[in-house]
């Protein structure tokens, strides 16, 4: 028996989710990959300069929180994301107009952590928007739909800012980048607003409420569980944000870089992260997380030990960013799967703070080992401690089980 829906109460198709969710990857992309490359080949920057840029950009990421019971407690989630919107795409026409030189470091850094902070809102707005449109059985193809969005704007902001760079004008990528990241909220009009709080809520209340949350979670062994496999290195994808600064040790030139690394990396992306959020919604999700982490860290590995030409450079880093795409549609159905719809802005961006983390120390880390051993050093290290931290969560999982067996037992 087929049950109608009236189209008021019909959830609307996630690819709205999709084209949302573009300038946030869009900003991503654009600072690792398009400003990236220019500074290390054309500006003068050092790799480990690069990862700095990249890790400051990341840094807003793991305090989001903080502003998040912000966009619960005030605006609707529509007007946050025009806001939001405006803000990011001003952002990237902004650093369009400054030289991606080493000399311009400074002035880079402050409108990447710029850039960052307003991206994080059209993200929280998108997330509550997402957490009350989902029906439970369908989170993770959701989250597939959003993380596709993700990862596409991750490769399009880098790909096609960077062939905008390379064969237009410098200044054309920000600046396209920024008009397109704001035709995106177009998608809005195909969604309903969350329903009105009845109750009185407050920016402070609302942190307490945080602070108890995280208690509540962290205090229960599933929620603890939870928490540590998003701190671990597990399925980051970071070493994606040095790509086109180690790109030259395969002899990839600048535009193989903008198309494998960036468009057609995103492209590849895309039905990464939808076949993920499909099979997170067949299996234990935290499972499948850690599951789609050891994938991607054996192709990790077998880059590390392939010939290094610019075929082999396109393969992997063509299949990496496809394993990306599990791992991210993952991580947004396990989150959506333990945040529920109450405040959820904040609840979803108090695990994604703990899960950029990982991404945040991995980018220095990498930087670290390939200005130490090579880009070799780079990929066996992210790949080692992808494996490692899968079985550390393992065993502390088997430890802990077997500790509350044996106080059920005891009782």
């Keep these: 028996m087929t049950v109608h829906l009236p189209p008021e109460e019909r959830p609307p198709h996630p690819a709205a989710f999709l084209i949302l969710y573009l300038p ?62 405006v803000a990011t795409g001003v952002s990237l026409i902004a650093t369009a107009v400054v030289p991606a030189q080493a000399s311009a470091l400074g002035m880079l850094q402050i409108l990447a952590v710029i850039l960052s902070t307003a991206s994080s809102l059209i993200a929280m707005s998108v997330e509550r928007l997402m957490a009350h449109a989902t029906p439970d059985h369908q989170i993770g193809r959701a989250g597939g739909w959003a993380q596709a969005g993700n990862l596409g704007g991750f490769g399009l902001g880098g790909g096609a800012g960077l062939y905008m760079a390379q064969h237009v004008a410098p200044w054309s990528a920000g600046a396209s980048l920024g008009i397109f990241s704001l035709l995106c909220g177009l998608a809005l009009l195909v969604l309903r607003e969350p329903p009105e709080r009845t109750e009185s809520l407050h920016y402070g209340q609302s942190l307490i409420n945080v602070g108890k949350d995280v208690w509540s979670i962290a205090y229960s062994r599933v929620g603890f569980l939870t928490l540590l496999l998003f701190f671990l290195p597990v399925g980051t994808g970071a070493a994606s944000n040095l790509w086109s600064a180690i790109a030259g040790d395969w002899h990839a030139d600048a535009d193989t870089v903008a198309l494998v690394n960036g468009l057609l990396g995103g492209i590849v992306a895309i039905p990464g992260s939808l076949i993920g959020g499909y099979l997170s919604d067949l299996m234990d999700r935290k499972t499948g997380y850690a599951l789609f982490g050891v994938l991607l860290a054996a192709l990790t590995a077998a880059m590390a030990v392939a010939p290094r030409t610019s075929e082999m450079f396109v393969v992997f880093t063509l299949g990496y960013s496809f394993l990306t795409g599990f791992t991210y549609a ?16 904040t609840k979803y961006n108090l695990l994604a703070c703990v899960s950029n983390v990982p991404i945040a120390y991995m980018t220095v880390i990498d930087g670290a080992a390939e200005d130490r051993w090579g880009s070799s050093g780079l990929l066996l290290t992210e790949a080692g401690l992808g494996v490692a931290a899968v079985l550390f969560f393992a065993a502390v999982a088997l430890a802990t089980r077997s500790r509350a067996a044996a106080s059920v037992s005891g009782t």
């Design 24 to 85: 946030f990857g869009i900003a991503s992309g654009y600072i690792s990959i398009t400003l990236g490359y220019l500074l290390h080949e054309t500006g003068g920057a050092s790799v480990l300069q690069v990862s700095a840029l990249v890790t400051l950009y990341i840094v807003p990421q793991t305090w989001k929180v903080l502003w998040a019971p912000i966009v619960d407690t005030t605006l609707t989630s529509k007007r946050w994301y025009v806001i939001a919107a």
């Design 330 to 345: 993952s991580f947004c159905a396990v989150t959506l799967e333990t945040i529920g719809k109450g405040a959820a802005a």
